[in-house]
């Protein structure tokens, strides 16, 4: 025994001493090789490839895309339908929320919740839906070999929900739950009612659940909800994988081929969005707090606006690492923990422009005054040759990130078909960033950005501000966060 434990140790010692023998012989020629950061050269990006894919309707309506990939022994599919939360009634919000969450939690009339959670689980596969602000979803994923069984499992879950009435109790004290601890986070408050200033806050685009909306949300408002926006022509049908694309043809049309619904959708009105407030600073105290959350900004625009891609490079000169806000505001001026500015836009309906950051309470004032310093100046003056080409640079070398998978691409090509995008949206949007010009920059920023137009929003401790946001304005209007009683 004592023999064998010397040959281990000796061999042991051969080996860490190769190893160092190894390291030390390499260490001269890497020194030796090793650049600065800014002598490093690459080369250009390759062009982005669409992966192949097929694009077909089935008689009843519903648009089918297939992309096979055969890297992974998976296969996952979407399908988007046209509905969201902006459609539900006003004294109804979380309808569309809770319709969304039952249609899968519920079970169907064929199988059980248990039933489908324990088929799901034995394959490691899942069925997810779920509806947001202006679109509804249903979702799988797969082992190849499980697919057949897996997507019949999603096929019946769109079609044939049950909407179980226990299922339905328990969305609804989920989400009573949320409604009682919405207070708790001070960014979610001054996100929440940021939006609520710039929309309104009965606007579809900012309304909140409350107890008393919740209260009026029965089973059959579920079922009439899902009655009428689950219809095969406002589905789109998205599946990537390890699949054959004949065979998945013959499954679709197997699952999805005899589904009409007996009565017909109604009419789909997107709800429009204005600014609320015209200007004006708001405050929530939070007294418990040590450092305030404020946010700027004023109501934006849509993706297809055709100044979009030279916005997209202002975005680029103010916010982020390097940005000029990130650069002045936080580095310089040590105002901020956290700055940003950006125009953020949305498919269908004007988006907002924000721009915030926290910043311990004695700075807030100054941090209000350092940000719009930053959207005055870059409206005013040019920005610089440098400024541009890094600004462009960084926007279109990270324009390969949105192709990393074929997933990605056709979430992408689903989403532009589902907004009435071309499908080449995209490259149109590389080629005007390659095109943007230091005029194009001033130009937008001048035409877009508001000063005037600015709401401001500060969630902090009133008494720690020093100097006081009155020193901003005489006209601080505080707002009330009190969350309404449930009625009995």
């Not at 051969?14 to 800014?38: G, W």
């Not at 004023?298 to 000029?324: C, K, S, T, W």
């Not at 990270?398 to 907004?419: A, G, H």
């Not at 020093?466 to 966060?481: A, G």
Request: charge should be negative.
């Amino acid at each position: 025994m004592n023999r064998f434990r010397r040959k281990v140790w000796r061999w042991c010692g051969l080996l860490v001493a190769t190893i160092l023998l190894v390291v030390v012989s390499r260490t001269p020629a890497v020194a030796a090789t090793a650049k600065h950061y800014t002598e490093l050269t690459f080369p250009p990006l390759s062009e982005i490839q669409i992966p192949e894919y097929t694009r077909y309707q089935l008689d009843n309506g519903i648009v089918v895309y297939l992309m096979e990939d055969h890297e992974l022994p998976l296969v996952s599919g979407t399908a988007m339908i046209r509905t969201g939360d902006r459609l539900e009634p006003p004294d109804q919000v979380g309808l569309a929320n809770i319709t969304g969450e039952v249609i899968r939690t519920g079970g169907t009339t064929e199988h059980s919740p248990d039933e489908l959670n324990q088929l799901l689980e034995q394959r490691a596969a899942s069925v997810e839906t779920g509806i947001s602000t202006s679109s509804g979803s249903a979702s799988f994923n797969a082992l190849s070999e499980d697919v057949d069984m897996v997507f019949d499992l999603f096929a019946e879950v769109i079609q044939k929900p049950a909407f179980a009435e226990d299922k339905l109790e328990l969305a609804k004290k989920q989400q009573a739950g949320q409604i009682a601890r919405r207070n708790d986070d001070p960014k979610d408050i001054a996100s929440r009612e940021f939006t609520k200033l710039i929309y309104g806050d009965q606007s579809p685009y900012a309304r909140t659940i409350e107890y008393e909306t919740l209260a009026n949300i029965s089973r059959d408002d579920v079922v009439e909800f899902y009655q009428n926006y689950f219809h095969p022509e406002r589905m789109i049908l998205g599946i990537v994988g390890d699949f054959d694309s004949e065979q998945m043809r013959s499954r679709i049309q197997e699952n999805f081929g005899n589904w009409n619904p007996p009565s017909p959708p109604p009419e789909i009105t997107v709800p429009s969005a204005s600014q609320a407030k015209e200007e004006g600073l708001f405050v929530v105290d939070q007294d418990q707090l040590t450092q305030s959350y404020v946010y700027l900004g004023h109501i934006g625009g849509e993706f297809d606006n055709p100044d979009y891609p030279a916005l997209d490079v202002m975005n680029q000169i103010l916010n982020g690492f390097g940005g000029r806000l990130f650069n002045e505001v936080r580095s310089r001026q040590g105002l901020a923990y956290s700055v940003y500015g950006f125009w953020s836009p949305r498919h269908d309906y004007p988006g907002m422009f924000v721009a915030g950051g926290q910043t311990r309470s004695e700075a807030t004032v100054s941090l209000i005054q350092a940000i719009r310093s930053e959207i005055e100046k870059i409206r005013t003056t040019p920005v610089t040759p440098e400024e541009l080409e890094s600004a462009k640079d960084q926007v279109l070398n990270s324009f390969v990130f949105n192709f990393q998978d074929p997933s990605q691409t056709l979430s992408r090509l689903m989403r532009y078909e589902y907004y009435g995008y071309p499908e080449d949206f995209l490259f149109r949007y590389q080629q005007k960033v390659k095109e943007t010009t230091i005029e194009d920059v001033q130009r937008v920023a001048q035409k877009y950005l508001q000063p005037n137009q600015l709401v401001t929003l500060v969630v902090g401790n009133t008494d720690a501000i020093q100097p006081p946001l009155t020193s901003l304005s005489n006209n601080v209007t505080s707002l009330d966060i009190t969350i309404p009683e449930q009625s009995s």
